[in-house]
Every structure is written in structure tokens, then in C-alpha cells.
């Protein structure tokens, strides 16, 4: 969960739990973001296909890669 592009999903964790009163902006969330369409490719690293989307670096993974 430290990708930068999840910290909406975080805060929505603490708006939720009344711990602040600020809502975040609407977010896709990190099982739509890696598993989501675009998650189906050639693994960028070994051209198998992949299995999800690195939320980091932003390309596909297969699991072996991934791990």
C-alpha cells in the first residue's frame, strides 16, 4: 500500500473510521488498479502473460516475475 496512487484508498481508511472529517477524492482501488484491465499483458520482464499491474512501476507481471 506505499504507491503513491493508493493514498486515497488510505485515507478513505480514516475518513471511514471517523478519525477525519476531510473525504477523499474518489480512487480506483488496488484490486481494480492490479487486477483490473490492463492486468492481462505481456509481462514486461519475461513476455509471459501476466497476472497483475505493478502499482509502483506501473507495468504487468506475471507471478513468477511478480514475486
Same mark, same amino acid.
Given at each position: 500500500?506505499?504507491?503513491?496512487r493508493?493514498? *486515497? ?5 480514516f ?6 472529517t /476531510? =473525504?477523499p477524492a474518489?480512487? %480506483?482501488? +488496488? ?6 484491465? *490492463? ?12 497476472? /497483475? =499491474?505493478?502499482?509502483?512501476? %506501473?507495468? +504487468? ?7
Amino acid at each position: 500500500m506505499g504507491a503513491d496512487r493508493f493514498k *486515497g484508498f488510505v485515507s478513505y481508511g480514516f475518513y471511514k473510521g471517523g478519525f477525519t472529517t /476531510t =473525504k477523499p477524492a474518489p480512487f %480506483e482501488s +488496488p484490486k481494480d488498479y492490479m487486477y483490473g484491465s *490492463g492486468s492481462m499483458a505481456a509481462c514486461d520482464n519475461c513476455s509471459s502473460l501476466s497476472c /497483475t =499491474k505493478c502499482p509502483r512501476c %506501473e507495468k +504487468p507481471h506475471c507471478f513468477d516475475c511478480a514475486i
